[in-house]
């Protein structure tokens, strides 16, 4: 008998048990069709984008133009972006952005002289609003205006704009390779300071950066590139055309042991090689015209 009782009670539970299941599945199937895509889709990507990161190396080197010559150099930066367009056809996205990048040396630069402490080594910082438009799937066309200052009065405020014109060749030709042919034209405006050698001067900059990321599998791939640039100038280098030719070896890694939330995480290590024209070399350290620098860079982008 109370096996019999049992045996019912299993029957009657697994009765249940299938006329709830049963339910629920009906129950789904009546969901309407945008319902249920509101259930399963994702959420909309965030517009907001960002980056940050230090540079850390043995000179201030702007375009050729050598302006800490001595001690260690740190270089942070920072740049918030928002995406005002993306879509399909000609034009792939449209980004506005805004940025500051500064430059601190542990030996302050010559004019600096008369100031102590943290005012001394403050060498530089500048606020860059920024647009980009990618187009045509691989080209992108970037325009800045920066407006710098020197809180160490090692030189006066001054202003530029430039655009870059940039092309992704990524897979085009060998797996994980790619050149990143690129032209840079930069235009000093009038102000105190100029970042070249005369004031309301041109200067354009050629450059590639072929490159191979080695491992893709792995958590931890490594890119190796060798960038390479051309510094031209008309009267951007005092009445040379040629300022400097740069490039060397850099390896990037990505720190994949950082989580996710924490954004994306990268370091590399760069050696450069310069060799400066006959203006440029004479402001340079020793006045050589061969320099050479070392970069250490870590970088986050969210």
Excluded at 60 to 84: H, M, N, Q, T, W
Excluded at 120 to 125: H, M, Y
Aim: proline share 6%; hydrophobic share 40%; no cysteine.
């Amino acid at each position: 008998m109370k096996a019999q009782v049992q045996s019912l009670i299993l029957r009657g539970g697994l009765a249940t048990v299938a006329a709830i299941s049963t339910s629920s599945f009906a129950g789904a199937a009546d969901l309407s069709d945008s319902t249920k895509a509101a259930i399963t889709a994702p959420a909309p990507a965030s517009p907001f984008s960002w980056d940050a990161g230090v540079l850390l190396t043995n000179y201030y080197v702007e375009r050729g133009v050598f302006i800490s010559k001595k001690g260690a150099v740190f270089e942070p930066y920072g740049d918030l972006y928002y995406k005002l367009y993306q879509g399909g056809g000609v034009i792939n996205s449209v980004t506005a952005g805004i940025g500051y990048w500064a430059s601190l040396t542990t030996a302050g630069v010559p004019a600096s002289a008369n100031y102590t402490g943290f005012q001394r080594d403050f060498t530089e910082i500048d606020l860059i609003p920024s647009f980009a438009i990618q187009f045509a799937d691989r080209f992108t066309l970037t325009a800045k205006y920066n407006h710098y200052a020197s809180p160490s009065h090692g030189y006066g405020p001054g202003n530029w704009v430039n655009a870059t014109l940039a092309y992704d060749d990524t897979g085009l030709t060998v797996a994980n390779f790619s050149v990143q042919p690129y032209l840079n034209v930069l235009y000093e405006l009038p102000g105190q300071s100029h970042s070249g050698l005369q004031p309301n001067a041109w200067y354009f900059e050629p450059g590639v950066s072929p490159n191979y990321t080695f491992f893709t599998g792995s958590k931890y791939p490594i890119n190796f590139a060798i960038p390479i640039a051309f510094g031209l100038g008309s009267k951007f280098y005092a009445g040379q055309s040629y300022g400097y030719f740069a490039g060397g070896p850099q390896i990037s890694i990505p720190l994949s042991f950082i989580p996710d939330q924490y954004g994306k995480w990268n370091a590399s290590l760069a050696y450069k090689y310069w060799n400066l024209g006959t203006t440029t070399a004479a402001i340079a350290p020793g006045g050589n015209r061969n320099q050479s620098q070392v970069l250490f860079t870590i970088s986050v982008k969210g």
